[in-house]
Structure formats: C-alpha cells, structure tokens
C-alpha cells in the first residue's frame, strides 16, 4: 500500500453523440430551399420505406403535393425531429470533405498507353461480419485471407501492385494513368470512356481490409508540399513531377479497392452509394454509419471549399467511405465531371450536423 494514493481520475463523463434539439436551432434552415433535397430524400425511402420507424414518414413524403419550399419545409417539422451529432469527447466540431465521380480513358485490352488495371475482388478475399459475433459490432467487417488455418490480413497496396495477390485475369479494363486509377479508388466509383466510345460504370465492389492512409499528408510530413497544397490538384501536379517516386508515394495509402462493372445506365442519375440509390450531386453525403443511420437527412453547417461562405443546407446520408470515420464527418457528393473534381479537391472544411429522424424513433445509442 502507498502512504498517500494519488486520488483515481474520474471516470470520463458519457456523451449523448445524438441530443434532441429543435429546428430553430439548425442555423440557415429557414434559408435552404429544401426543394432541392427532395429528389435525394425519395431515392432514401425507396431504400427506407419499408422498415417500420421510416414507414410515416415515407408515405407522408409520397402524399407529399409540391407547393413550394414553404410546404416541404413543415411537412419536415412534422414527421422529423432533429438531433445534434456530437463527437464522444463532447465536441460538436468535425471535418467534411468532397468527392465526385472522375472520367477516366481505357480499354477492354492491356495495350500502351492502357497499362493499368482496374479489378474485380480476388477469390481468396474474406470478408468476415462481425455482427454475427457480437451485435454491438454493427457495420464492421473485417477482410482477409486463409494461410493454412490462420485468417491473415489481406495484402496491402504494394503486394497487389508487385504481385503477390492472386489478381491476374480479375482485370475488368485497363486505364492511361496510374494517378488516376488511384484517385478512382478514393472517390469509389467512376465513368472509363473506352476507345470505342463506349462510356462505362465503375463501381464499388470490395476493399483489401487495410486502413486508409493520406498521401497528401505524407507529401506534407516530408516536406514535399507547402501546407494549403495536399490537395489533388497539387498531388497530380507532385505526381506528374516526380514520376520516379510514383510508386513510393502510391504505396503509403495500403489500402485498395476493387470494382464491379456496372454498364452505362441513367448517364443523368449519380453512382450507386452504399444504400444502393443513386447519390444527388451536392445533396448526398458519406458518412460513418456506426453514429449516422444511412438514408437519415442530415443538416449539415459548413463552408464553401477553400472559403468562409456559408454552406448550409440538407443533405442525404447516402454513402459510407474507408476514410469517413467518426461522428462528425462526412464526405460531400460534388457530382460528376472535372468542375466536381476541382470542388471536391479542394473541400476540407470544419462542419456541424444535426441528423433527423423519423418521430417516434428512438436514436442509436453509442
């Protein structure tokens, strides 16, 4: 026994990550025009509708005759009620990014310039959901490989890239850029025109269970780019001067993805998200669904890219992504095409979110 025991740190306070609030508090709500959301918010109840906390306030949704902003935004008021999202340390400050769906230039055979591939899942990849242990593991999965009898984690980037995977003839196309494929694999999904003109889909299929790991940040750590410069924009610029460091600076994010081909489909309508409808260009948000339920709406408070401007309006919680983790954080859907690209990459702006749901749901506890 010590002769004078230091006093035991108090036990952290626990922190509502969901706290009821009212829509008066939710600032620029009465200024979004919410019209401009409904189109999301019916591709979420479509995915919704027929889960019983959701079924009210879809069918209201469905009954719902456009007469003007004014209209939806009370119908809003009625059937859902807005809870802040806070962080598990009790701050309500996060961080939202951009993404978009790139055009990429390919071709059904590997021939210059088209030398890199895009894959579809290899079939020794394991995926393990963890649900099935334990249901306070909801959403997480794990990826890996059988060696003997052992699961092992699946290979990392470098090991696909130098071989060591059994990918060969999983290749869906090949493309012109190297950079390219990479940035395909962050945003999840994307267009390859082919030499033919055919314009094709690429979407998401399977990860290699390895933890994303910012390129930009280590181009920064090594003091390759100035702070305000780990944007895309200024890694392809980095890319294209240093292509004797490609590979180097390429294997510092091991995780990998792989796609699924999805043909042309509605060219109008956005990519698959993960709640399997079509995202809305600047409506449709990645989240981590652990503390955000896919398909909720979410008003979200934040800026325009590199900008104070005010950016604040409903969104649609459509999406997940390997880098989207936490309470407060999302991923803003920019839409498709190089303007998107250029938006999306410069997006890296603090943000709060209130999430509404349905009344007489009771929230996820965390």
Not at 103 to 108: A, F, I, N, V
Not at 198 to 222: C, F, K, M, T, V
Not at 294 to 310: I, K, R, Y
Request: aromatic residues 10%; proline residues 10%; contains cysteine.
């Amino acid at each position: 026994m010590c002769p004078v025991c230091p006093a035991p740190p108090p036990a952290p306070a626990k922190v509502n990550v969901l706290e009821a609030v009212t829509f008066e508090t939710l600032p620029g709500w009465r200024e979004d025009d919410l019209t401009q959301a409904l189109a999301a918010l019916r591709a979420s109840c479509r995915a919704l509708r027929f889960q019983p906390p959701w079924r009210a306030a879809c069918e209201g949704l469905e009954n719902f005759a456009p007469g003007g902003n004014e209209q939806l935004r009370s119908y809003f008021e009625s059937a859902f009620v807005p809870y802040r999202i806070a962080n598990p340390d009790g701050t309500t400050q996060g961080l939202v990014t951009g993404y978009y769906e790139p055009l990429l230039h390919g071709s059904r055979n590997r021939a210059p310039p088209y030398l890199h591939p895009l894959y579809t899942p290899p079939e020794d990849l394991l995926t393990i959901d963890l649900t099935a242990i334990n249901p306070a593991l909801k959403n997480m999965r794990l990826r890996g490989r059988l060696e003997g009898r052992r699961v092992v984690p699946y290979y990392s980037r470098a090991e696909i890239e130098n071989g060591r995977a059994p990918v060969a003839g999983r290749e869906i196309l090949w493309v012109d850029d190297p950079v390219e494929a990479f940035f395909l694999q962050i945003q999840g999904s994307g267009r390859v025109r082919l030499e033919s003109g055919e314009l094709l889909r690429i979407g998401y299929a399977d990860q290699n269970g390895h933890p994303y790991r910012s390129i930009g940040r280590w181009l920064l750590d090594q003091g390759e780019l100035p702070p305000g410069e780990a944007t895309m924009p200024g890694i392809k610029a980095w890319a294209r001067a240093n292509p004797e460091r490609l590979a180097e600076l390429l294997n510092r994010n091991p995780s990998y993805v792989f796609f699924r081909e999805m043909g042309d489909g509605d060219a109008t309508a956005g990519p698959i998200g993960a709640l399997g409808v079509p995202l809305t260009p600047g409506r449709s948000i990645a989240v981590d669904a652990r503390f955000v339920p896919l398909g909720a709406p979410v008003f979200l408070e934040t800026t325009w890219p590199n900008s104070d401007a005010p950016l604040e309006r409903l969104v649609l919680a459509q999406d997940t992504g390997g880098a989207i983790r936490g309470a407060v954080r999302a991923d803003f859907f920019w839409g498709f095409g190089a303007e998107a690209g250029n938006q999306a990459g410069k997006m890296r702006q603090n943000a709060r979110m209130w999430v509404l749901l349905p009344r007489g749901l009771d929230p996820p506890q965390r």
